[in-house]
C-alpha cells in the first residue's frame, strides 16, 4: 500500500513537471516563431532592416514584459537609426523610450516610437516578405510585426491576443 501512494506521487510529480515544461516551451515557440520570420523580411536599404530588428527585438521584450531585455534593444535600435535615412524623429522617440523607468512608461514611449517606424517602412521598400500594422483598441495603438499573430506588446500576457492586423506592407 505505501508504495502505491509512493508510485503515485511520482507520477502525479512527472506529470506536473512535463506541464509545465510544455507550457514554457509553447511560449518559447511563439518567440521564435516571430525571429524565424524575421529572416523572411528583407529591406532593400540594410541599415533599415537592421533597426526594423532591433525593433522587433524591443517589441518581443514588452510582449514578455522584459524591462531590461526592452532597454538593451532599445539602445541597440538607437544606435542603428543613426544610419537610417530619415531616422532623427524615430531616434528621438527611441530616447524617449530608453529614459523610461517602468515597463507601463516603456509600454506608453513604444506608441510614438511605432509611428515613427511605421513611417520608417512605409517609406523603404521590401526586397522580400511583408511587414504587419496591428492595432490595439483598449491600448489605442499600433505596433508593427513580422507576423499576423497578435502578441500585443502594451498589455503582454494580460491580453496577448488583444488586437487586429489593420494593414499588410508589402
Known sequence: MMKSKKTTLVLTLIFIGFGAFAQHKHAHDGEQKEMSQNMDLE??????????????????ALVASKTEVAKKAAGKLEASLENVNGGETAKTAVTKFSSST???????????LSLEMLSLVKAGELSKGEVYLEYCPMAKASWLSTSQEIRNPYYGDKMLKCGTVKETIK
Open 102 to 112: 517602468g515597463l507601463e512608461e516603456q509600454r506608453e514611449a513604444f506608441k510614438g
Open 43 to 60: 529591406f532593400k536599404d540594410q541599415q533599415l532592416g537592421e533597426a526594423f530588428e532591433h525593433y522587433i527585438h524591443l517589441k518581443e
